[in-house]
């Protein structure tokens, strides 16, 4: 059973990490707002999130499947693992190609340049499979210490042809491109992965196919719940095109991505925590297990969300543009957001852990559902604030089924420390829809 000792110590290394990388685009972003117009960053903004819905899909989910099946630290299934992401990733080489030569055919004008997407869509989604894949293997540091150079190298060549070019968005297709090469690269020389020979000599063809159809299914039934997660922050974008212009989309990009500051540190603790509980799961007691670690994640959120909301409030006016002051008032509902779907994700663990994943798909399609629903309804009306609403709602749905749904696996119970920080979370959220929208 893992200690409290030993969380905090895999939590300080994901912390480096994640607080280092995140920190770095996070800073890039208030530079992007004096470089490019809320236009030009809300069409890279959906760019980016289509890419990560859509490579779900293509790559069939892998990166959860990855993840699981490399802990298993079986050679023989290591090598089937390495065998089909390199299959799929081929055959995603081939869907985009094949996308690139329609596009030429068809005339559309996507206002970005195709050749570039498609090249930003492949390096995006290849690696993130493969930095599971890295992290399932136990090499953490160098997991921590690919997402710090990944995020180095796109800061850094983003500035570089934001002021030598005459690039706009598009300078960020290419430095994410190649920040992700380079990343990659340099992993492999740390770590050798996928260029290892040893991985790819004959073996067993019917124990490699079994563990190719456990792990696609794994990762198979794991997929609806994700892309519908995935549609639940991108219908928003969609709609918000639809109904509204893509300046609004710009501030909803800065909206979020203050957000992600929040995003980041429930990662850090979500990735600490789903090493402990897939290890740790028939070895110990789970309902009190899960309970103290949920309770303590809910006294992290409040505690942290506080945090970010009274340093936004003091200091916004220095981190970006004036044009996008007008995300501001939405960030704390934008917290609030982010919250319920990382408390939904904390319970999905039970399913990875039971091996019952498909449960997750009714959660997360209830969810989608709501958000789709409500952003048709309240968008047209309130517009932005439409949005982040439809994604509250939607977050709770998910949280609630799923706190239900898992007590016939754990029985997780509130604590005082955890009734203590709901507490905290809805006070800070009553402060500042106050001071944002009525003061």
Known sequence: MVTNRDFLKKFSIYAVGNIASKMIIFLLYPVLTFFLSPDELGIFDIALSLTVWIGTATMLNMRDGMFRFVMSNDKETFNAVIKIFLKVFLINVAIVSIGVLVYLLS???????????????????????????????GETKIFVLGNILSAVFIALITILLLKTTSLKNESLLIAYSVSKILTFLITEKLTPTLFKKSYYLQSDKSKQREINSRMISYSLFLLPANLAILGVENWGRIFLVSYVDEYVLGLYAIAVKFGSIFFVLTTIYQQTW???????????????????????????????????TIFIHLFCEYLIAREYFESIKYISLQLLSVMFFALGAF??????????VKRSMYSAILATLVSLGLNIILIPYWGLLGSIISNIIAGLSMFIFRFVDVKRFVNIKLSKIGLLSILLIVINILCSVYIDFFN
């Open 274 to 308: 789903q090493e402990c509980a897939i290890r740790d799961y028939n070895n110990v007691n789970r309902s009190q297990y899960f309970s103290k670690y949920f309770n303590n994640y809910l006294l992290f959120l409040s505690v942290v969300s506080i945090g970010i």
């Open 107 to 137: 005339g559309i004008d996507l206002n970005i340049n195709i050749y570039y997407l498609a090249i930003f869509f492949l390096a995006m989604n290849f690696m993130d499979v493969y930095r599971q894949i890295i992290r399932g293997k």
């Open 347 to 356: 319970l999905n663990l039970v399913y990875e852990c039971s091996f019952t």
